[in-house]
């Protein structure tokens, strides 16, 4: 079952910006940490960006000072990832990851959304 939808995925010219948006279902809670990872064609899935309960933040050297990861102040189950100057190599489907409980599971795991599509034209 999935209990992450994302979105704000599209096609964006090189040096262009897109914020995408992840909510968590209710059914998750004690969410530790929420973030993004991105799977480019024919590669891994690799970390971009994260931001735990506090507020902390971390990002992959590659999107550091281009992409900002937030979290609503309202609704502490909804993240965002602010995308500036875009570049053709952050074209990948970007997915949602949050470490949480769900109901009858005994223990936190990683929970992931389906994926939105980020394509940067140069």
């Known amino acids: 079952q999935v209990h992450l939808v994302e979105s704000g995925g599209g096609v964006v010219q090189a040096g262009g910006s897109l914020r995408l948006s992840c909510t968590a279902s209710?059914?998750?809670?004690?969410?530790?940490?929420m973030g993004w990872f991105r799977q480019a064609p024919g590669k891994q899935r690799e970390f971009a960006a994260a931001?735990?309960?506090?507020?902390?933040?971390?990002y992959a050297d590659s999107v550091k000072g281009r992409f900002t990861i937030s979290r609503d102040n309202d609704a502490k189950n909804t993240v965002y990832l602010q995308m500036n100057s875009l570049k053709p190599e952050d074209t990948a489907v970007y997915y949602c990851?949050?470490?949480?409980?769900?109901?009858?599971?005994?223990?936190?795991?990683?929970?992931w959304g389906q994926g939105t599509q980020v394509t940067v034209s140069s």
């Open positions: 990851n949050a470490y949480a409980w769900t109901p009858g599971s005994g223990r936190a795991t990683d929970q």
């Open positions: 931001i735990t309960s506090g507020g902390q933040t971390q």
């Open positions: 209710e059914r998750l809670f004690s969410i530790s940490h």
